[in-house]
């Protein structure tokens, strides 16, 4: 193609997408406030709180590689019966491990994590390397269980290079540009350490209290610990802390007993890594604009993320100021306590995706033939196509059904080479038949060598709703990375 005739073709195409650069999605929630005083209401504010309603501490356990079947369920099982919960931090997944595992945790109050495909050490591998293991990795825990994966932990907690002190960074911007956005390390500041913003990148304080012979005295002095350092508001992650295992242990009956001893605190928050991320970050990205009030009552906009977006659906606790007696968001009435704190719920229909599939574009293949579905959404096929002469990624979908889907949130994701990182766009809606080829020009390149060896990976998410409620198809693509000539 002519480089005119491309202008023409990127100037067709932004006529129907608007990219929206890497920010969060956003929806609007209506609340309106009702106070003692029209002083009051006049006067009145909102502001997010750190934790939900009436918690102080947010305590969440890590467990990382897929563990055998039975161990797997037997860990989700101790931790429900002693009222905690896991998140399990996963390498290779299959269909089946999807179903007769990651089902099962998630049923148990669990999430999952992603753990990179092959548990590498992340520092000696290549930089395209590091997208895809932590990329292809995401994409197949999600699709095998059908559940959203926000979080990661680090294979044998490496990301240190005594040759490439960039290591770090280049690490948390593939975590970044891969959907991930926060899990626990032995580090209270690992978003400093990857180079991100403690607002972007949310950790945990985690400890280890002996894999193979858990130890009460360890349990008891690592939270004395970690709840001194939340008491001072010392911690870069907010007030997270993790107990982190692996499966080593002979039997899990020791192991219940010494988490029994620090069960049902009525201030601490049991929660699973992807909860408290999708907390926090609604916490620092939800904008409360007052609109105005009339009599006693102040009437709020609530900007927040959409679920989708988040991971999880948990929803953000609100405290309202001086002489709040009620609280009503878009209709529903919510309940106010003494300190006039309360907790806003996602709109009903703000649905996480329950139905996530995947298609490789096996060949980098052209054309309609390329086009593949998932057995999982089978009314909407996609290939995605690199095409490195041009810069240029190109994502075909198409609706096979008889019914209308959308709208279409897209999520492109580009190896570091890339400057652009993350690209968002929506579409309205995809018609019954209707076929769509979106073009997404790939922008400036870093031009540093390194960014260039071995294979590239590319995806795109493809966020969308039909008949049947919320979905997700990640559609994937590679292609042998540019061999630079040597002169
Ligand atoms: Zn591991």
Known sequence: MTAKGWMA???????????????????????TLTFESEAQARDAAVTALPLPVGKKVAFSTRWDDSSPEAVAVAKAAVLAEYGYKGTFFLNKVDPAYGENVIRKFLAKGCSAGAHTATHPFLPRIDHNAMFQEVLANRIAIESCGDTCVSTFTLPYRAFTSETDPDRPRAIGECLVRAGLNGGPEHFADSATKF?????????ALEFSIDDRNPQLDKFEANIARGLKAIAGNSLECGPHLALGTHNWQPDLKAFGEIIGTQANHPDWWYCNANEYVAYRLQMFNTAIVKKGSSGKTAIFAIARPEPFELGDCVPLALRASAGARGAVVDGQTLTLDAARDFTLPHAAARQLPDRIGAVHNEDNAEGEGALKADST?????AALHVDLARNALDLQIKNVSQESLGPLHLTFRLPLKWKRGVVKGDLASLKPGEIRKIPLALGDVETDARYEAGTYYFAAQCDYGDAAGAARLHATASVAAQVRTIE
């Open 9 to 31: 073709m990127t100037t067709l195409a932004a006529a129907c997408w608007t990219a929206k650069g890497e920010g969060w999605r956003t929806y609007e929630q209506t609340l």
């Open 195 to 203: 180079g991100r913003s403690p607002r972007e990148w949310i950790g």
């Open 377 to 381: 959404l089978p009314a909407l096929q």
